[in-house]
């Protein structure tokens, strides 16, 4: 067994590799800035097992953070964490290594813009989200890339799906809220709800009527916070 930390020894085995690719290193995150997006792999642990998720994200999203949860190698590989409740195998990060020129580097070899990424991530749930009507699990991320790309129509249909899943919760919320208004008690979470209800309501609007200024100056503001995030880490 390696007496280097789970951490320390992703570190070591990827930057040899991730390096002279133009991948920065931060914390536990491997970074790469490619056209409007970047390109992360980052350790993710718990106290029994391990993996590595890697994500594509706009710059217009924007980021403000470097620690970037996203898609499972392992899940991606269909293979179970690397477990390390009792030490770490010795060839576990070589595996990982091994896995990750397979099956994430070429993703990141072709989706090096917006559009692309969108192409690639869409790629990947279809092979991991297969229980998921269309394979698909909609997110900012996968909007914010559309969106950059002109490609409103999937946008429009992503955003779709978050509004018919608020719908959805919508009737409980407003049950659980009729029972606190007949006990004179303050709900302020379903407060919140609305309003982020709402929120999510204009966002659609707004995408599916083409509102293209909105989101140029959206973008041009978003890539300002996430350049000058990923300058100062």
């Known amino acids: 067994?390696?007496?280097?930390s789970v951490s320390s020894q992703f570190k070591e085995t990827f930057k040899e590799v991730l390096f002279p690719l133009g991948f920065k290193l931060y914390k536990k995150t491997?970074?790469?800035v490619s056209n409007d997006v970047l390109q992360t792999a980052m350790l993710c642990k718990t106290a029994s097992s391990f993996t590595l998720e890697f994500?594509?994200?706009p710059l217009c999203l924007p980021i403000r953070f470097l620690y970037c949860e996203g898609y499972?190698?392992?899940n991606l590989a269909g293979?179970?964490?690397?477990e390390c409740w009792n030490g770490v195998n010795e060839n576990a990060f070589s595996e990982m290594l091994s896995l990750f020129r397979e099956h994430v580097l070429p993703v990141f070899e072709r989706g090096t813009d917006a559009s692309s990424a969108y192409d690639e991530l869409r790629?990947?749930?279809?092979?991991?989200?297969?229980?998921v009507p269309d394979c698909v699990i909609p997110s900012n991320n996968l909007i914010f890339l559309c969106i950059k790309a002109n490609r409103y129509e999937e946008a429009e249909?992503?955003?779709g799906l978050i509004i018919e899943q608020w719908n959805k919760s919508l009737d409980g919320k407003l049950a659980a809220h009729e029972q606190?208004?007949?006990n004179s008690e303050p709900d302020p979470a379903f407060d919140r709800f609305m309003a982020r209800y709402q929120e999510l309501k204009e966002e659609y609007n707004r995408i599916a009527s083409r509102d293209v200024a909105y989101f140029q100056e959206l973008i041009a503001q978003n890539e300002a916070i996430s350049l000058d995030r990923i300058a100062h880490p």
């Open 72 to 74: 499972s190698l392992s």
């Open 30 to 32: 491997f970074y790469r």
């Open 55 to 57: 994500n594509i994200m």
């Open 157 to 159: 249909y992503l955003m």
């Open 1 to 4: 067994m390696n007496k280097l």
């Open 123 to 131: 790629k990947v749930e279809r092979q991991i989200y297969t229980r």
């Open 79 to 82: 293979r179970p964490d690397w």
């Open 180 to 182: 606190k208004l007949q």
